[in-house]
């Protein structure tokens, strides 16, 4: 399980880093979620996050963030279901009229995440 989390928290510093890098590249990520029933599939994926973590957080070695994480991803993707399909199109296309400085921001706290996930586990 550990393996799991681990590889979570690689490839959340990975697209932190694209996305700090070149945060035009979010923007291209959020048209392509928006999507048909992407944001669906985007909120299972979050919800099956959240239960690995949790899952595997007993045997992490800073507990409480590795639960904290879980929760969090947890409630992100059981939102996404209860928001509806047309409120979270709406949420991605504010997202994507935010500016780069900012777009760089979220890189570099994806970054943060994912370091203290790899950290963590």
């Known amino acids: 399980m550990l ?13 932190g880093i694209i996305f700090l890098l070149i945060p035009k ?8 979620c928006e999507k048909g029933i992407r ?7 979050r919800i099956l996050v959240g239960i690995l973590f ?17 929760v969090l991803a947890l409630i992100g ?3 996404f279901f209860i ?9 991605l296309k504010w997202w994507q009229g935010r500016s780069l400085p900012v777009l760089r921001l979220i890189g570099l706290l994806a970054i943060a995440i ?7 586990a």
Not at 25 to 32: A, D, E, K, L, S
Not at 83 to 91: I, Q, S, T, Y
Not at 114 to 120: A, D, H
């Open 83 to 91: 928001l509806g399909l047309e409120k979270v199109k709406g949420m």
């Open 39 to 45: 944001p669906y599939v985007m909120g299972a994926l």
């Open 3 to 15: 393996i799991l989390v681990k590889l979570v928290g690689i490839v959340v510093v990975a697209i």
């Open 114 to 120: 994912g370091v203290m996930i790899l950290y963590s």
């Open 77 to 79: 993707g059981i939102t």
């Open 54 to 70: 949790l899952l595997a957080a007993p045997q992490s070695r800073v507990v409480w963030v590795i639960i904290a994480v879980g």
């Open 25 to 32: 590249t979010m923007r291209q990520w959020m048209v392509f």
